[in-house]
């Protein structure tokens, strides 16, 4: 199984669509889960930080299932500049350091 | 707002050659980190540094590679003798801290191919 698996993708939806995104990970012993954008050939950029009580920021609502370590994004009413990858990572926190572990990412189209 | 940056955007080097990758990460931060991507392939953690040591590598981060802080604002990774399989995007990436919800914050990459 790999550590972090994602929806392959892509989705393609109208503007105005909401769309959820899905990402399981494998190490029940993970601590910190995230999701990142990443636009063509770009860096990752930091969305939101994922919370066992769930977050919501704006149009995006993150959650986490720790009992089936899953983690959900979701983007309401979307945006042609929505488009992008989404990359679900989670922190590996081991011996006081931590790396981040990514999934595959899942690519998003709004179209008009 | 703070960013972590990164010299140079593109490097095209030939096998065998040496390359040195440079970033500054965000001043206040402690733990800084490369990952790389494979064009089409997702982003993989190489390297965690702090305090001036090497906390955690990977399997890809072999005896080739190296990281080095020279001074109090640079962070480097080190290629010593490139493959063609070191074609990627490599990301630098800083944080505060490191317990469990600390996040990471990743610098525009430096694409390198290597011919």
């Known amino acids: 199984r790999k550590e972090v698996e994602q929806d392959p993708g892509p989705f393609n939806v109208p503007e105005g669509a909401t769309v959820a995104f899905n990402c399981t990970y494998s190490?029940?012993?993970?601590?910190?889960f995230f999701w990142y954008r990443q636009d063509c050939r770009k860096e990752p950029k930091l969305l939101m930080s994922?919370?066992?009580s769930g977050n919501e920021d704006g149009r995006f609502t993150a959650q986490l299932n720790r009992a089936s370590q899953y983690i959900s994004l979701l983007i309401r009413d979307s945006k042609l500049s929505d488009s992008a990858t989404y990359l679900c990572a989670v922190g590996a926190f081991s011996g006081g350091y931590n790396k981040l572990i990514f999934g595959a990412g899942t690519r998003l189209a709004v179209h008009p | 707002e703070p960013e972590v940056t990164q010299t140079p955007s593109h490097q095209v080097t030939q096998m065998g050659q040496e390359v040195i990758l440079r970033c500054v990460p965000i001043?206040?931060?402690?733990?800084f980190y490369w990952y790389r991507q494979i064009l089409g392939q997702k982003v993989e953690f190489l390297v965690s540094f702090y305090n001036n040591e090497i906390s955690e590598k990977s399997e890809i981060f072999d005896d080739q590679f190296s990281v080095e802080r020279p001074d109090g604002s640079n962070f480097t990774l080190k290629i010593r003798s490139t493959k063609l399989e070191d074609s990627a995007m490599y990301f630098c990436a800083s944080s505060t801290r490191l317990a469990g919800s600390e996040t990471q914050y990743f610098g525009p990459g430096t694409r390198l191919l290597v011919l």
């Open positions: 001043s206040n931060h402690l733990y």
């Open positions: 190490n029940s012993a993970s601590q910190s």
């Open positions: 994922v919370y066992s």
